[in-house]
């Protein structure tokens, strides 16, 4: 793809100089989008993310909302600058930094934030520990996340309302000073569980207004959950049996009923601890010969031996 | 200071051009971002070119994408010290220790009283000679 502007987009530059534009003028809004080359970044994201419909679709009608304003903007439009500035609620595992990191590439693209990197961060980032510690705590990290996004991820830490003396509140309203005076030099992206997301916001009016999108992030179905772990697998070239397929749909069943269930993060984790047994596996089956498919298939046992399985 | 009418201190890059304005100064602080340069924002009142070591406002600022975190400080500093000489230092680490690769002033006084000449007698009729800013007969933070 070219990286040079389009020759659509120069045209319309040269159109609104001359400050009158007749109302059928033609507007090649094919060419701006390919030069954005967003649809790129789309199809990685429909790619390598499962489900998230709803997201997904978001997404992209920002993307079009962007794209739009900017052809807008090369017409003479008016064109107030969006607040891009985004909340995702979900839970744990539901792909909340991943999405946030894609949407700083899709940003990146649209020539919305200058050089498309991610800042991520918690409270203890931005909040410090004694009276005036806070504040440079806070700038230090705003400084470095600008051109970028910052993401603070369980957002609803910064404020803690039990405590009338804590240092958080110091902490939002320099994030709010610069999320209004520095609208164009970064995103910021809160991140964090719906409901507690939801009390942040009844007792920050502020931070809610400033916040144009809201994101809710669904948890995911088994199957879903097996093409995520399908992907992941493929990702560090490992594969199921087709036994071990069929079982691993039990196990994902099973394990979705149990407490602390963490969508995406907990097949890692499974997929983590079956490569575990496998090795196990293969090693206590040493003087047999080995395949390299041997290396790299997990069999069904292997899950089996899971302490999900153990209970009834 | 016969090259230097009016009495601008000339230290380190581009001081014999006009002052930088914002968005050149940015241009300046993307070109050391990208070859991964820190930079520091120092300041003083003493303009003696063998003053090396300026005061430093904050800390080195490393680990930086973008200018606009860069310049929205320098204009924090210029707020605090518009009277002073505020330059904008990169810093390499190519060498396992942080060198100076840029230096420029970004911010001077208002008025430059310039220098006078102080001449020395020593030893015989030997003469030494040196330079004496006008601003520093005043005490520190009273001097432009």
Not at chain 1, 2 to 27: K, W
Not at chain 1, 81 to 87: D, N, R, V, Y
Not at chain 1, 104 to 110: N, Q
Not at chain 2, 23 to 32: E, N
Request: net charge neutral; aromatic share 8%; with cysteine.
């Amino acid at each position: 793809m070219p990286d040079t502007p389009s020759a659509a987009l120069s045209v319309a530059a040269a159109a609104a100089a001359a400050q009158f534009l007749p109302d059928d003028t033609a507007v090649d809004l094919d060419a701006a989008f390919r030069d954005s080359q967003i649809q790129a970044v789309l199809d990685k994201l429909d790619r390598e993310l499962i489900g998230l419909q709803p997201v997904k679709t978001r997404i992209r009608e920002t993307a079009a909302l962007l794209l739009v304003d900017r052809l807008r903007k090369s017409m003479g439009l008016n064109s107030g600058a969006p607040s891009l500035h985004m909340c995702f609620t979900g839970n744990p595992g539901t792909g909340k930094t991943t999405v946030a990191l894609r949407m700083a590439e899709i940003l990146h693209h649209l020539g919305y934030v200058r050089q498309g990197h991610m800042v991520a961060v918690t409270r203890d980032d931005l909040v410090g520990q004694y009276i005036g510690h806070t504040a440079p705590k806070t700038r230090e990290v705003l400084k470095k996340a600008m051109g970028g996004v910052l993401f603070i991820d369980e957002a609803y830490y910064l404020y803690k309302p039990e405590n009338e003396r804590d240092y958080g509140a110091e902490s939002i309203e320099i994030l709010l000073q610069i999320m209004e005076n520095n609208r164009d030099d970064l995103v910021v992206i809160l991140a964090g569980y719906k409901d507690r997301m939801d009390r942040f916001f009844e007792s920050n009016p502020g931070m809610s207004s400033r916040i144009a999108h809201h994101v809710d992030f669904p948890d995911y179905g088994v199957g879903e959950l097996a093409c995520i772990a399908q992907l992941m697998l493929e990702k560090s070239q490992y594969r199921f049996s087709p036994e071990a397929e069929k079982v691993f749909g039990q196990y994902l069943a099973r394990r979705m009923t149990q407490p602390h269930f963490a969508n995406a993060r907990s097949v890692r984790n499974a997929l983590d601890r079956l490569r575990l047994r496998q090795a196990n596996r293969l090693f206590a089956s040493r003087g047999q010969r080995l395949t390299v498919g041997d290396l790299s298939t997990i069999e069904a046992e292997d899950i089996l031996a899971s302490r999900v399985f153990a209970e009834p | 200071m016969m090259t230097n009418l009016g009495g601008r201190v000339t230290q380190g890059q581009f001081s014999f051009l006009p002052d930088l304005t914002d968005v050149q100064i940015t241009a300046q602080v993307k070109y050391a971002l990208g070859k991964g340069w820190a930079l520091g924002i120092e300041y003083t009142d003493d303009p003696h070119p063998r003053n090396t070591y300026w005061e430093m406002f904050g800390n080195p600022m490393f680990d930086m994408k973008d200018p606009a975190g860069i310049l929205k400080e320098v204009n924090n500093c210029r707020k605090t010290f518009p009277n002073h000489y505020i330059r904008v230092t990169a810093f390499s680490a190519v060498r396992g220790v942080e060198s100076v690769t840029m230096s420029y002033i970004v911010n001077r006084p208002k008025n430059e009283p310039g220098f006078r000449l102080e001449r020395h007698e020593t030893d015989g009729r030997t003469m030494r000679y040196t330079i004496h800013p006008y601003a520093t007969d005043k005490p520190e933070g009273e001097r432009y």
